[in-house]
Structures are given as structure tokens and as C-alpha cells.
């Protein structure tokens, strides 16, 4: 059953998942739906502020700034482990196993996005009004998910394969695409901050 599974979706089904998914995401955001649902948002992000989380953020500016400097070490090791693993699937580092950078570099990513995501809930909570009018957090929020799940769903199986399996040509195409990705991901949180 599984075999067929994947036999139609290709055979990278965890790629195809995710293209479809994204598909998806952008047929909702041309909607009407789009609208319904963002209106509907207002009370949760109202709520948020509300939370132990909003109240200490809004009230302790000492201690949102210490999360968001963690929250900004984070994403420098996030971008650090983009960085060092896709620049050895574009050449770079030779001298390095790609088994073990890529390996060692994914396990890095993987506590930098748990770290980014968990310190960005608190700092959204503190001014959750405020980002819910700003097009540009929900920009960050779908390029996040886009990353992620390129991350996860579309790199990860690609890079997981032997070297010799995959054409070098995918794998630095892989690479560039992650690097932009990420590197648009970071963007649109500094703009945020211009916001």
C-alpha cells in the first residue's frame, strides 16, 4: 500500500507533500477565506496579549529584551549551520566530510529553529496587536513555514541520499534555494522591526 503511495507521488512523496501543501497555502491566501479567517484572528491575538507571556512582555522591557537576544543568537546559528551545510553541497569545505556537516549542521538547525520559534511565541505575545496589523509578520510567518518545510521535506530526503545518487546540479540548486529561502526568512524579521 505504502509502495503505491509512493509510486504515484514520485520518488520524493515527502517533496511532492509539501508543493502541494504550499499550493495550497497560496490558492487560501487569493481566497475570500483569507479575509474571513484574519478577521477571526483578532481575538486570539488579543488573548495572546493577555497570556503570562504578553503581560511580561509588555511590562518588563528587560525581559523581552533578553529573549529577544536570544531569539537573535538563535537565528545567527540557524543561519551559521545554513550557511556552513549548504556552502558544502555548493563546494565549499571539501576537505570536511558532506556526510558529517550536513549531519552535524541539521542537528544545529533543528535546536535553532525550536529556539527561534519558542522565543518569537514570547516576543509576538507581548505585542500581538501590533504584529497582527503588520502584512509583513504574516509574510514571515509563510516564509518560516515555507523554510521549515523546505528544510524538512525537500533538503533533508535530498541530502539523505548517497552523494552519488543525487546529481550535483540538484544538490547545489538545493543549496542556493535553501540559502535564499532562509536568507528571506531573516529579512522579513528585520523588516518587522522597521514596522
Known amino acids: 500500500m505504502n509502495t503505491n503511495r509512493a509510486s504515484m507521488l514520485g520518488p520524493y512523496p515527502r517533496t511532492a507533500i509539501s508543493v502541494i501543501l504550499l499550493a495550497l497555502v497560496i490558492a487560501f491566501s487569493f481566497s475570500g477565506l483569507r479575509n474571513g479567517t484574519w478577521v477571526n484572528l483578532l481575538s486570539f491575538f488579543e488573548w495572546m496579549e493577555t497570556t503570562p507571556f504578553g503581560l511580561i512582555g509588555k511590562t518588563w522591557g528587560g525581559a523581552f529584551a533578553v529573549v529577544e537576544a536570544f531569539h537573535l543568537v538563535a537565528l545567527g546559528v540557524l543561519g551559521g549551520a545554513v550557511i556552513f551545510s549548504d556552502g558544502r553541497l555548493l563546494g565549499l569545505f571539501s576537505s570536511l566530510s558532506l556526510r558529517s556537516v550536513v549531519d552535524g549542521a541539521h542537528k544545529v538547525f533543528n535546536w535553532a529553529l525550536i529556539t527561534i520559534v519558542a522565543t518569537?511565541?514570547?516576543?509576538?505575545?507581548?505585542?500581538?496587536?501590533?504584529?497582527?496589523?503588520?502584512?509583513?509578520?504574516?509574510?514571515?510567518?509563510?516564509?518560516?513555514?515555507?523554510?521549515t518545510l523546505f528544510a524538512l521535506y525537500i533538503r533533508k530526503p535530498i541530502v539523505d541520499r548517497a552523494p552519488e545518487d543525487v546529481s550535483p546540479a540538484v544538490l547545489k540548486l538545493t543549496a542556493v534555494a535553501s540559502i535564499m529561502i532562509w536568507f528571506t526568512v531573516a529579512a522579513a524579521g528585520r523588516w518587522i522591526g522597521f514596522s
Open 120 to 147: 518569537g511565541i514570547f516576543m509576538v505575545c507581548g505585542v500581538a496587536v501590533k504584529v497582527y496589523y503588520l502584512p509583513v509578520f504574516w509574510y514571515k510567518m509563510l516564509l518560516l513555514a515555507v523554510g
